[in-house]
């Protein structure tokens, strides 16, 4: 094998099986006819990586002529990918804003109905994401049972694995939970101060600490272990739950029971975006500044907003797809 | 089947197609040569794929690893529609340099 077709075959490694098998071939001819003109291209392989990237989640790839049903079944797991993005940024912000209130009302009324309103949203949307789990569940159990479910114990037990790292996890940490102040609920193992410091925990990792290392090396070890490793482990989950909903074949009165959900999900998350932004806007001061916007609350919100696009591309896909 | 809008890299490619079927790299020239636009690799298969997908081109059998695409029927009519509605463009466009700003 030559240099280039070694290029090539790496370069194909960004799309998913599925795209490979259906255009590899023609796509690597087309790759081998680009480097003989081009050998070096920083832009070939950006697209490359860009458009790969993009069909793994389901927004270009093979979808579009696979059955319906498959197309459908493909949207929602790109769907289910994006509104984890937008839940685990949502709960990040969410986590941080609730540390505050446990000390003190913020200032600005904005920022306190912000607090509670994304409070009702991200219970709404933890309810509706158990119930959509309830059928996709129970359709792994019956293929298992049928002894058909060969293809679906290595994304089953990717999105187990990873979700009981994060769930052990964040219960672990949670106690290390800074929102301890007045509030009459705190040490009293009550809502929402347990839900905020798990959200808190299991969202470590989105900081901006990241970008002060000096500071970063004074966190105790385990702790910076624990921010490094949660990202893969949340990965690791999605992941492996989008790839299990994506070879379950779920039944057409299934995904539209999904979608019907989705919708429901996708309102919530616009009005927990139109909260944030609120509490970007009218910010407010609390104590030790907790209210305060950052730079990495910006930056959360505008892969929120990213996220809630690319789930609403996928949600009317499907429903496309299901002639809905 | 309901009209389909193109724009931008479909109607590159569809206009190339219009001359007949050709492969990635014969589109990838074909498209420099006459609108001076070199379509990423990537940014060409999602293209191919997303108008495969609305059945405005199809993929045809092919002997090598080199598969040729050709226009389908509702391909062709969506492309005309296309670049009938530019060419009004072009042509008012045109014609209004020409009475504020006179001929180059």
Redesign the interface.
Known sequence: MSVDEKRVRRLIRWYPRAWRQRYGDEFAELLLADIAERPRSWSRAFDVARSGAAARLGLGGVVHSLPSHERAGARLAALVCAGSVFMLFGAAIWAQLAIGWQWSRPSAPATSAAIVLMSCLLGLCLALALVAALPVVWAVAARSAAGRGRDLVVPFALFLAGGVVAVIGARHFAAGWPGTGGHPWSHQHLLPGRLAAFAWAGTLSITSYWAHPGALLRFPADELLWMAASPVALVAAVAGGARTIRRLGLSRRVLRFELALARIASGAMIVFLAATCSWIVSGGTGPRNLFDVGAIDVAAVAAMAAALVVAWRAGSDASDALGQ | MAKREIAGTAALILSSLAEGAK???AL?KDIEEFAAVRL???????AL??L???GLIEALP?A????PYQLTAAGASALRDHLTRERQVADVGLSRLSAKWGTA
């Not at chain 2, 990423?40 to 999602?46: D, F, Q, R, S």
């Open positions: 492969h990635g790299w990838t990423a690799p990537g940014t060409l298969y999602e794929n997303r495969e997908g609305l092919s090598d690893r080199r598969r």
